[in-house]
């Protein structure tokens, strides 16, 4: 069992920066692949970034390319994402998760708030 805890959301204004953070406990960090997703009011959750066990790779969504960028710290069983050139439109609550190597997200965080103001 993996616990996760998200942090760093608030209000930020358009352009500001904020950066969040996710603590796993529980089981080994260093072996799981680690995501950011996040849900808009009336909308689905969709894909933020991922970043692989290893921290070799990284994916990210096409409308977050070049403002937003994940990165993780296995020795703080911790993964970071940080938002550069914030929009309104990136207001949402922001989710960590987790997963075993090539596998679906398994493990999820309880979310925190991102509110951009335009």
């Known amino acids: 069992q993996v616990q996760l805890v998200e942090s760093g959301g608030g209000l930020v204004q358009a352009g500001g920066s904020l950066r969040l953070s996710c603590e796993a406990s529980?089981?080994?960090?260093?072996?799981?692949?680690m995501g950011w997703f996040r849900q808009a009011p009336g909308k689905e959750r969709e894909f933020v970034a991922e970043?692989?066990?290893?921290?070799?790779?990284?994916y990210s969504a096409a409308s977050v390319k070049g403002r937003f960028t994940i990165s993780r710290d296995n020795a703080k069983n911790t993964v970071y994402l940080q938002m550069n050139s914030l929009k309104p439109e990136d207001t949402a609550v922001y989710y960590c998760?987790?997963?075993?190597?090539?596998?679906?997200?398994?493990?999820w965080g309880q979310g925190t708030r991102v509110t951009v103001s335009s």
């Open positions: 998760a987790a997963a075993q190597s090539g596998s679906a997200w398994r493990y």
């Open positions: 529980g089981r080994t960090f260093s072996n799981l692949d």
């Open positions: 970043i692989t066990w290893s921290g070799a790779s990284t």
